[in-house]
């Protein structure tokens, strides 16, 4: 068992100069001083030097901070100073910033805003388009934090950019690369905390881009809506509320300025999707939070009274593949006759102009490839003569 260490004791070089200010799971934390710098320490708990993974824990750490240091992310987390051992315990030393908070603190300290008075609206938009700029960062190097909230979300104020605060993502002890294989697999579970647990982490599986986008869901409907998106009660079970998708309609505090509410809500719903392929990536949540992207769909639908139809990736459609969608008004549609193109997050219609009949958008022949939006209908037929075979409604 680690032991704590009071106020004035000395490891490594370093003198505390406060007794513990945080203890967790894995780590105390302390504050120190060495050679009149201070410094934020740690102390771990777990994994101890003596367990059979430590040496690959300390490598692992280590190759993550490497990707840090070098890559998109740097500056996005605090800057390590010194890592060592002393008497069969592991100690990492971090850069001290003062005055910072955390975005609980900020959450907590604005829990009366409402739709309609939300004293603090700026601010939580600025916050938002910061975090998810963090973590699709952080996902540009294939590293997935696997533990965000809001806790783990550091403000730091800072006038001499636009936007007024740094952002930094804390506790990235148990993160991991999403492309090489965690020592603690399969010897340990992966850290996540309860209310902001993603499938993959409900489920025992490894943590992934993906779960870090459902934890931005949460976190952002905490931002934009001051809410929790599975409104639970007494004796409410999240689990079960996350894998069944029980997740409540999104509710804006305000106008989001340079983008449609309708597609802000999508996305914050999308972000919770229980099935991790149909979630959004960390760049496509920033670039609609940014005002660049209106849509983000990861599938999308033809609906007609006879029924509907699905696709995920690029796919060609003809007389056989909209059957369901079409019945007998299929038969008018050439085996190849339009496909449906997935490209940045949009969705595409691309007609084959050598099909007997054209592919229609809102009525009107389509000639080149076209965006899609929801709630356009494509159809069979000839726009000049007023022929429209099977009007199917575009839903993403």
């Known amino acids: ?51 059979p993974w430590y040496k690959g824990y300390r490598d692992y750490i280590k190759a993550v901070r490497k990707r840090i240091e070098e890559g998109a992310c740097v500056g996005s987390t605090y800057e390590i100073l010194d890592t060592f051992e002393d008497g069969g315990e592991l100690f990492q030393v971090f850069e001290f ?18 739709p309609g008075r939300c004293a603090s609206w700026d601010q939580r938009v600025i916050f938002s388009k910061l975090l998810m700029d963090c973590v ?21 104020e800072d006038s001499s950019i636009g936007t007024g605060y740094c952002f930094r993502l804390a506790d990235m002890d148990f993160s991991i690369l999403s492309d090489v294989q965690a020592p603690w697999h399969g010897k340990q579970g992966y850290v996540g905390t309860p209310g902001y647990m993603s499938p993959e982490h409900l489920n025992g599986e490894v943590p992934e881009p993906a779960s870090d986008v459902f934890t931005c869901g949460i976190i952002l409907y905490e931002l934009l809506c001051n809410d929790d998106p599975y409104a639970l009660g007494a004796g409410d079970d999240y689990r079960n509320k996350v894998i069944a ?54 599938s999308i639908s033809l609906v007609s009274s006879l029924g509907h139809i699905t696709a995920n990736i ?25 496909t449906l193109a997935k490209e940045d997050g949009k969705w ?44 199917m409604t575009v839903e993403f």
């Open 245 to 298: 998708n029980d997740v409540k309609e999104p509710v804006l505090l305000s106008d989001y300025p340079g983008q449609s509410a309708e597609t802000v809500k999508k996305i914050l719903k999308d972000c919770l999707n229980a099935n991790k392929g149909k979630r959004p990536t960390a760049e496509d949540v920033h670039q609609v939070l940014l005002g660049t992207r209106t849509a983000v769909a990861n």
């Open 136 to 156: 699709k960062k952080f996902h540009e190097e294939e590293i997935v934090h696997a533990d965000l909230k809001p806790e783990n979300v550091v403000l730091i």
């Open 1 to 51: 068992m680690a032991k704590v260490r009071k106020e004035g004791a000395v490891i490594g070089g370093y003198c505390l100069t406060t007794a513990p200010v945080h203890t967790g799971a894995f780590t105390i934390c302390y504050h120190a001083e060495r050679d009149g710098v201070k410094v934020f320490f740690k102390q771990y708990k777990s994994p101890a030097c003596t367990i």
């Open 314 to 338: 690029t796919t060609s459609f003809g007389k056989h593949t909209l059957r369901n969608v079409g019945g007998n008004d299929a038969q008018f549609a050439d085996p190849q006759q339009f």
């Open 348 to 391: 595409f219609v691309v007609p084959n102009m050598k099909a007997t009949n054209e592919t229609l958008l809102n009525g009107r022949q389509v000639t080149d490839r076209t965006v899609l939006e929801v709630g356009d209908q494509l159809a069979v037929g000839r726009e000049a003569k007023g022929i429209v075979k099977m009007p």
């Open 97 to 114: 910033v003062p005055d910072q908070k955390d975005l609980k603190k900020f959450l907590d300290s604005h829990d009366a805003d409402r």
